[in-house]
């Protein structure tokens, strides 16, 4: 039985599509079978993986969209056959998110190093324990050594979610390479790959304790 990841932030620009595809793909290089769902009306997953068609035969991940209140019969679907399924959710904390957060094993919440998003997150984090789902916060954009991100981050540290605690720092790769229809970790290597196999090795402890704690 395949491990739901929803990604929700009610403030656009958070990086939400960013953590998703760069998940999607670093989880697929570890040998998982990856599943990516856009249920934002931007649609933001989708264009950046029909340009990942366009320029690679196997794209290594499998795409599909649904409707936000749709989303429950996709997942029952997609988690019969895949191991990893990854929700991108439209910037909005309301009514048609929770099927996206009820289906969750896990509830990524990226915060990009400002107060406004820090602000932003507490009605997902409502609605994520209303749930019941673990959670945690994802710094995206970040910029250590900055006054600006160490207090973002120790503000953080004080909400009810924990926090990863590798960042996604402001990194070019990740818009450079988001563009192309493909993920940081698949261009040359640099401190982005660190990054995102810290990131992911963090969400898979965290999946695998929930894991032997349901079983």
Do not use: C
Not at 37 to 48: F, H, K, L, M
Not at 70 to 88: A, M, N, P
Not at 126 to 146: C, F, I, N, Q, S
């Amino acid at each position: 039985m395949g491990q739901i990841i929803t990604i929700a932030q009610q403030k656009g620009g958070a990086g939400k599509t960013t953590l998703a595809v760069n998940l999607a793909v670093a989880f697929s290089r570890a040998g998982k079978s990856v599943a990516l769902v856009d249920i934002d009306p931007q649609g933001s997953a989708g264009r950046w993986f029909m340009t990942r068609l366009e320029v690679m035969d196997d794209p290594g991940i499998e795409f599909s969209t649904a409707s936000a209140w749709g989303i429950s019969y996709e997942i029952r679907k997609l988690r019969e056959t895949f191991d990893i399924v990854i929700i991108d959710t439209p910037p909005k904390a309301d009514s048609d998110l929770r099927p996206a957060l009820r289906a969750a094993d896990l509830v990524l919440v990226p915060v990009a190093s400002s107060h406004l998003d820090l602000w932003a997150v507490e009605m997902v984090l409502y609605l994520a324990d209303r749930e019941d789902k673990e959670t945690m916060l994802v710094m995206t954009r970040a910029r250590p050594g900055t006054r600006l991100t160490a207090d973002v981050t120790e503000k953080a540290r004080g909400l009810s979610a924990r926090l990863a605690e590798t960042p996604m720092s402001n990194r070019v790769v990740y818009a450079e390479t988001l563009g192309q229809g493909k993920a940081a970790v698949e261009a040359p290597k640099g401190p982005a790959h660190g990054e995102m196999a810290a990131l992911m090795a963090e969400i898979r402890d965290i999946l695998n304790t929930s894991e032997d704690r349901a079983a």
